[in-house]
């Protein structure tokens, strides 16, 4: 079996630099999340890309990727359906508009019904 071949992504983004003033620095995400009273949700359905299977869209979540994805895991858990959390974005498989609403509303989001 062949040895895996190394490409730059593997180094974790650090190149070799001759100059010798140059300081490496670490990118820090101090991003702070929101309280659930000041999140402006949008909830759609989305079809488009996906073999005409539906897709039930939150966008809108202002803060740190690590809470977006504890959201996404509850709501898929609550909704009882698969789904994923990319781009700042949850996607949870089926029509389950009014039941997310219903969810992020009783934890104190502001929710609105966005697209057709």
Known sequence: MK????????????MYSTNPEFEYVEEVDDTVTSPNNQQDLRVMLDKKNRGGKAVTLITGYRGRTEDLEILGKMLKTKCGVGGSVKDGEIMIQGDVRDKVMGILQ???????????
């Open 3 to 14: 040895p895996k071949k190394n490409s730059l992504s593997d180094l974790g983004g650090i």
């Open 106 to 116: 009783k934890d104190g989001y502001k929710v609105k019904k966005a697209g057709g």
